[in-house]
C-alpha cells in the first residue's frame, strides 16, 4: 500500500525521490515517498497514518555511515533536516535529530563546555549519532549522554535515560524498538573555549590527514575485529586499492571504501563481501560492518 500522502496535505512529501541525493556514498534508489516533516506534530501525524495503513517507516539521519541499496526504500523515509535547533542551559546541550553532531560540538565549545571534542568531526546527525553510539578517538555518545526525546512506534513521545538507551559498540535500544530519536541531551563540563577548540582542531586535521575525505564515502566500514585493525587487516589481505565497479578501497586508510567513479551501493556491498571473504580465508578473522546496510536489491 503506498502511502497516502494526500491526507497530510501541509507536509513535504516527495515521490520515488532517489535516495543518493541524501547519502554520503552518493548511491542508494529511490524512496517510495520521502518526508521531511518540520514539527512534532507533524511527525508524529506521519507516524500514526504509517501505523493505521500498515507502511513500513524509514528513518536516514545524516546518511553518512549508511549504505541504501540500488533498489531503494519501500514504505515511506523520513528525513529530519528541519529538526536542527541546539539549545545550551547550564552544562547541558540538548539537540534536535537533524542537527549535525559537527555544530553540536560547535555550540559545546562556544558556551565553553567540554567532553564532546571527540565528535568535533563525526559527519552525521545527532539522531543518528545517539541511534548508533557514534564514536572516535576514544570517546562514545554514551559517554555523555544524558536524555533523549524519542517518538515509539505506537506514537508516543518518551524520554529514555543512558540506562534505559542500553548502549554498546555502535549500538543502542533504539535500534531494536523501531524509536525515533526526536532531540537529546549531553551532559558536559565546564572548560576553557581555547583549549577546548585546540583539541577539536587537533582531532579534525587527524581525520583530515588520515581519513580519505575528498572522496564520497560511508565512513568507516566495518566494526574493530577484537584483538586487530580492520586497515591493517585488509592491507595485509592485499585488497587496498582494490576496485569493483566505481567503488575503491582507500588508498589512504583501507578500512574506507571510498565512490571514485559513479559507484552504485552494489559496487559497495559486492567489495564488502570480497573483503569478508578473503580476511576470513587468510586470517580467520570475521569483519562485521559498522555500516548500516538498508533497503532492497535491484530487481
Known amino acids: 500500500m503506498k502511502f497516502p500522502v494526500e491526507k497530510l496535505p501541509n507536509i513535504e512529501f516527495k515521490l520515488n525521490?532517489?535516495?543518493?541525493?541524501?547519502?554520503?556514498?552518493k548511491t542508494g534508489g529511490p524512496a517510495d515517498v520521502l518526508a521531511f516533516p518540520k514539527t512534532r506534530?507533524?511527525?508524529?501525524?506521519?507516524?500514526?497514518?504509517?501505523?493505521?495503513?500498515?507502511?513500513p517507516i524509514t528513518i536516514i539521519g545524516n546518511a553518512s555511515n549508511l549504505i541504501i541499496k540500488d533498489g531503494g526504500i519501500q514504505g515511506i523515509v523520513i528525513i529530519l533536516p528541519?529538526?536542527?535547533?541546539?539549545?545550551?542551559?547550564?552544562?547541558?546541550?540538548?539537540?534536535e535529530a537533524g542537527a549535525t553532531i559537527i555544530n553540536t560540538t560547535i555550540a559545546a565549545q562556544k558556551a565553553g563546555l567540554t567532553g564532546i571534542e571527540f565528535a568535533a568531526g563525526?559527519?552525521?546527525?545527532?539522531?543518528?549519532?545517539v541511534f548508533m553510539n557514534a564514536g572516535a578517538y576514544g570517546g562514545e555518545i554514551k559517554d555523555v549522554f544524558e536524555?533523549?526525546?524519542?517518538?515509539l512506534p505506537d506514537g508516543h513521545i518518551t524520554?529514555?535515560?543512558h540506562d534505559d538507551m542500553e548502549f554498546s559498540y555502535r549500538h543502542s535500544t533504539v535500534q531494536d524498538d523501531g524509536g525515533i530519536v526526536i532531540s537529546a541531551t549531553f551532559a558536559l563540563k565546564r572548560g576553557n573555549k581555547e583549549t577546548i577548540q585546540e583539541e577539536m582542531d587537533r582531532l579534525n586535521e587527524l581525520r583530515r590527514s588520515k581519513q580519505p575525505l575528498e572522496y564520497p564515502s560511508c565512513g568507516s566500514v566495518f566494526k574493530r575485529p577484537k584483538g586487530h585493525f580492520t586497515g591493517p587487516l585488509i592491507i595485509k589481505a592485499g585488497l587496498q586499492g582494490k576496485i569493483i565497479g566505481g567503488a575503491q578501497v582507500s588508498m589512504k586508510?583501507?578500512?574506507?571504501?571510498?565512490?571514485?567513479?559513479?559507484?552504485?551501493?552494489?559496487?559497495?556491498?559486492?567489495l564488502i563481501h570480497l573483503i569478508q571473504k578473503t580476511v576470513k580465508e587468510k586470517f580467520d578473522?570475521?569483519?562485521?560492518t559498522e555500516v548500516r546496510i538498508i533497503g532492497e536489491n535491484k530487481k
Open 122 to 129: 563525526i559527519p552525521g546527525s545527532v539522531g543518528g549519532a
Open 17 to 25: 525521490e532517489p535516495l543518493s541525493k541524501y547519502t554520503f556514498t
Open 147 to 151: 536524555s533523549a526525546e524519542v517518538l
Open 41 to 55: 506534530e507533524e511527525l508524529v501525524e506521519i507516524v500514526d497514518t504509517a501505523r493505521v495503513n500498515q507502511i
Open 285 to 288: 578473522v570475521e569483519l562485521h
Open 253 to 270: 586508510h583501507a578500512g574506507f571504501i571510498v565512490n571514485i567513479k559513479h559507484a552504485t551501493a552494489t559496487d559497495y556491498l559486492n
Open 159 to 161: 524520554t529514555l535515560t
Open 82 to 95: 528541519n529538526f536542527h535547533k541546539i539549545e545550551v542551559s547550564e552544562t547541558k546541550v540538548t539537540a
